[in-house]
């Protein structure tokens, strides 16, 4: 498994490569945009063979702020063909720290999705000096640069301003007093080109001898792309993975896999974000193994499963609840026989073990309601799905067991961006309830005497960008890693997760939490005594605000409110000084990691009393809505804005 680079995957999981006419597709304009394996190389080869014409050197750092479509790909495969090391920088991320990832890798070049992405992070390019170009991939006919030679200046005077609040987390311009002077001078100019330019200069390159040079100078140990991932502190922090310990992950965890097949009748719809490493591994592995691709988003899931009928589908928790929620919410507007009939069959899902087929009287009804019920429910996915598999994310044994039941296999997996991806998962076979299965081959798994798992495997990173310290925190030196998660193994190897050593939670969109920040930010204020971050395995999440009791007395005298202390926590004038305290400590956080429910409280509350009416039906302060919605307050200034959402 070791010993292979990740553009070498596109020759087959056993060193040949499998034709795909259909390998890649994009939705455009209404149709499938495909692309065969043969135009998908030609592309990636070509784009690598077109970055000669810029200044660079191997082992250069190249951000990609890129949608999850073919365009990263192309992009994604050519900079590790060319020598370089690639950055995805997530796109939901603020622009703050986007700028300091940008600033922290030194990025001399910035592969972009489209010119609206390029208009939002373009004024604050000036805060990277190393900055020399940037590639757009997908641009409208109508979009010409002004080229000067085959580049365009941009100049001072050409940027807009940044807006003028002052805020001391942000770069130095915006903590200064505000003017009325144009942003600082570029460092140098910076040449905008489109990605079709930069293919057809290496279209004129191209030669099997050239692209051969390529290949023969990339090495497995180099490293591939670092990968931003959230820390206990309000700083990213860069994982360094190699083209080895990403390719070893990959042929590990789909040759694991029963039954799988090579070839296009396996096809894949990919919705989740490239620029985390449990999409961009099976994009990898789909590659590899020559399956037929197709890429999607949220907003067009539902859509794209009826009609691309996938066969596999990684996805995290969130899909499968609002699938869930959905199929719930039928109960209420069914005639009286209906209602009973859905109800009757989501009852015979709760007792379904996926471990062992159905048996006697219980085996008879599932055949009844397969016809009945199910069978709609399928449809849902497409209706071919021979697997679902979840990460990201704690799953509940009770969504696998429904979704189960009714013949849409669900299976769970776990694995860290330290350690390029997957290192265990449930399937065929192997499928035990409220477990994350067994490890994949090459993985070993051990328990700390306070139960923190521990791995260690051939595909493990380097470390952590530019923290020494962190690094040697997180492994050992005899090559084991601290996965910050508590855990247990029971006597067949199938692994459980119980619990977080590390001072960060996951929400059930798959996406990291990082509380300490939140917290410290909130507890900066004379008014608060203690405050506490929640929404471990939730859409979003709550805060949890205990008062200081003499500060927000000293407040209500000087509001000359007539309230006794009972109704301190319901008083519009208090519930508002407390949400724009939130709203500040809100501005600095990507959208996912706000604050958009909290409850005041005083001591002798329960937590987990709170916590369930912050989740309840209409419970706490604030907009919980779903977890696309709001999550910035109104003091955040542009540059602590994300660029998006999903």
């Known amino acids: ?63 990609l702020m890129m949608h999850s479509d073919v365009g990263f790909a192309i992009a994604d495969l050519g900079t590790l ?3 370089f090391v690639n950055i995805p920088i997530d796109l939901t991320q603020t622009i703050e720290n986007i700028l300091l990832i940008l600033q922290e890798v030194e990025a001399p070049l910035l592969v972009i999705s489209n010119p609206a992405l390029l208009d939002q992070i373009r004024p604050y390019l000036w805060e990277v000096p190393t900055l020399k170009a940037v590639i757009v991939a997908e641009v409208p006919d109508s979009w010409q640069a002004e080229q000067t030679g085959g580049s365009e200046a941009v100049s ?54 050239a692209v051969q040079a390529l290949e023969d100078a990339i090495a497995p140990a180099d490293l591939a792309t670092i990968i931003y991932i959230a820390s206990e502190t309000k700083r990213p922090k860069g994982v360094m993975l190699s083209h080895e310990a990403i390719a070893a992950n990959v042929l590990a965890s789909f040759s694991s896999y029963p039954n799988l097949q090579t070839g296009p009748d396996e096809v894949a719809l990919l919705f989740l974000p490239l620029n985390h490493i449990f999409a961009r591994v099976f994009l990898y592995g789909h590659l590899a193994w020559g399956h037929s691709i197709y890429f999607s988003d949220p907003n067009h899931l539902i859509k794209h499963l009826r009609r691309v009928k996938p066969t596999f589908l990684i996805t995290v928790p969130r899909l499968l609840e609002k699938v869930h929620e959905r199929i719930l919410d039928q109960v209420n507007h069914l005639s009286h026989f209906d209602r009973r009939v859905l109800q009757w069959a989501i009852n015979l899902t709760t007792r379904f073990d996926p471990a062992q087929p159905p048996q006697k009287l219980y085996r008879l009804q599932m055949q009844l309601a397969e016809r009945l019920v199910f069978i709609k429910w399928r449809e849902v996915f497409g209706g071919r799905l021979k697997a679902c598999i979840c990460g990201g994310a704690a799953l509940s044994g009770n969504l696998v067991k429904f979704f189960s039941a009714a013949g849409v296999p669900v299976y769970q997996g776990y694995g860290l961006t330290e350690t390029s991806g997957v290192l265990t998962y449930t399937r065929a076979g192997h499928n035990r309830l409220d477990t994350v299965g067994r490890p994949i081959p090459g993985v070993e798994i051990a328990l700390a005497p306070d139960q923190e798992v521990l791995v260690r495997a051939p595909f493990l990173m380097q470390g952590y960008y530019h923290d020494p310290a962190a690094t040697a925190a997180a492994l050992t030196p005899d090559g084991w890693l601290h996965t910050g998660d508590f855990g247990t193994l029971d006597a067949d190897g199938f692994l459980t997760i119980t619990g977080v050593k590390k001072a960060l939670f996951k929400l059930c969109t798959g996406k990291y939490v990082s509380p300490r920040p939140l917290e410290q930010e909130l507890m900066a204020s004379p008014l608060v005594d203690k405050a506490i971050t929640v929404g471990a395995n939730h859409k979003f999440c709550a805060m949890v605000i205990v008062p200081d009791l003499d500060a927000l007395r000293h407040q209500v005298e000087n509001w000359d409110l007539d309230l006794t202390q009972p109704d301190w926590w319901h008083h519009p004038r208090i519930t508002a000084l407390y949400q724009s305290l939130i709203d500040t400590a809100n501005c600095h956080f990507p959208y996912w990691s706000t604050v958009r429910k909290f409850a005041l409280v005083d001591q002798s509350e329960g937590l987990d009393e709170v916590v369930e009416r912050l989740y309840g039906e209409g419970g706490g302060r604030g907009d919980g809505g779903d977890e696309g919605d709001g999550g910035e307050g109104e003091a955040c200034p542009v540059y602590a804005r994300s660029l998006m959402r999903y």
């Open 1 to 63: 498994m070791l010993h292979r680079t990740l553009p070498s995957l596109l020759d087959g999981a056993n060193g040949l490569a499998i034709a795909n006419d259909r390998v890649l597709n994009q939705w455009r304009k209404g149709s499938w945009q495909s692309f065969s394996t043969e135009a998908f190389r030609r592309a990636m080869e070509e784009f690598a063979l077109g970055l000669e014409t810029f200044d660079l050197h191997r082992g250069d750092r190249v951000a």
């Open 81 to 83: 063909l060319a020598g």
């Open 156 to 209: 001072a005077a050409a940027l807009p301003t940044p807006a003028p609040e002052t805020c001391l987390q942000i770069p130095h311009l915006l903590c200064e007093t505000p003017t009325q002077q144009p942003c600082p001078p570029v460092p140098q100019a910076l040449r905008v080109c489109a990605l079709a330019e930069v293919r057809e200069w290496g279209r004129q390159r191209w030669s099997a001898e």
